[in-house]
């Protein structure tokens, strides 16, 4: 068996970027997200094998694993597929938004990890190893007004990522996960603001944030370590964040210069 791994919310922005890290570095790759057309674009620039699939459904989700099994087997899965939905305090924030981020970022990561694990071991059987990582976010570690129902999620994620390592271990399995900072992807603020343009330039204006390919680096050389090698844990930010509250608008100017 060739490396073969399984990229979920490979449509757009960190997903997509991975996927053509990866077949760059000649992985096969398995590209996953709803929208098929994206997709069809995706393969006809890395040659990925694609399936619509809609993660926080059950069935779609057998059928994924089967399709995986039945076209190669994996070696790797990457758990990126999630979103935010809304910025409004807890108070004001609706019930419906926490549900759709719950079942996407926690709820489908689950369902995903459940049935591709045998897949993946069958993967291991064959070539001695495994790996999942899980796309979580600083918002997993760091709680901030506003984010509700988003940090409630990643702290979630980062929970299952860690409840998944001890209960896979003594097998080849490594888990790991991936925390970014404020990563300008083309959708992903304006999914969480509900289309309002001006309001979803603000968190990078003026500002260098990372780029989806920064992050498809890193992840994708966690990857490429080698395999007894388990980076459980990756924060990775952008040199003006040092923190959720710190982000440095302007130049980067050294310490007295003007
Ligand atoms: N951008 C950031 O600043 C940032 C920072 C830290 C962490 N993250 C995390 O990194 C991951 C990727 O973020 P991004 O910025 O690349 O966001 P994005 O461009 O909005 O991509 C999200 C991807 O998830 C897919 N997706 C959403 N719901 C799905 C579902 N139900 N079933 C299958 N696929 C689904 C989308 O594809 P379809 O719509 O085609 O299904 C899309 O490909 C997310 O987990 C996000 O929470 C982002």
Redesign the pocket.
């Known amino acids: 068996m060739q490396k073969r791994v399984v990229v979920?919310?490979?449509?757009?922005?960190?997903?997509a970027a991975t996927v053509r890290r990866f077949a760059d570095l000649g992985w096969h790759t398995v590209a996953?997200?709803?929208?098929a057309e994206?997709l069809r674009e995706l393969a006809a620039q890395t040659g990925a094998h694609t399936i619509a699939?809609?993660?926080?459904d059950e069935a779609q989700v057998a059928a994924l694993a089967a399709e995986v099994a039945a076209t190669g087997g994996a070696t790797g899965l990457v758990n990126?597929?999630?979103?935010?939905f809304g910025a409004d305090s807890v108070e004001h924030s609706s019930t419906e938004d926490w549900r759709r981020m719950f079942e996407?970022?926690v709820l489908?990561l689950r369902s995903v990890t459940a049935a591709l694990l045998p897949v993946l071991r069958d993967g291991a059987r064959e070539t001695g190893w495994a790996s999942i990582l899980n796309?979580t976010?600083t918002a997993g570690h760091s709680a901030y007004p506003g984010g509700g129902g988003y940090n409630a999620a990643k702290y979630a994620a980062h929970a299952v990522t860690e409840v998944l390592r001890l209960e896979l271990a003594g097998e080849p399995i490594r888990v790991m996960e991936l925390a970014?900072?404020?990563?300008h992807?083309?959708?992903?603020t304006l999914?969480r603001l509900r289309g309002d343009t001006a309001a979803a330039a603000k968190p990078y204006a003026d500002v260098i944030p990372l780029q989806?390919e920064d992050v498809a680096a890193v992840l994708v050389g966690a990857f490429e370590q080698p395999p007894h090698v388990n980076q459980d844990l990756i924060v990775l930010r952008p040199v003006a964040q040092s923190s959720v509250f710190h982000t440095h608008r302007g130049p980067l100017t050294l310490n007295g210069d003007a």
Do not use: H, Q
Request: aromatic fraction near 2%; charge should be neutral.
């Open positions: 979920t919310g490979a449509s757009s922005g960190i997903g996953v997200a709803r929208r994206r699939c809609d993660i926080t990126n597929a999630g979103g935010a996407v970022n489908g796309l976010s970014p900072g404020l990563v992807t083309e959708e992903f999914n989806a």
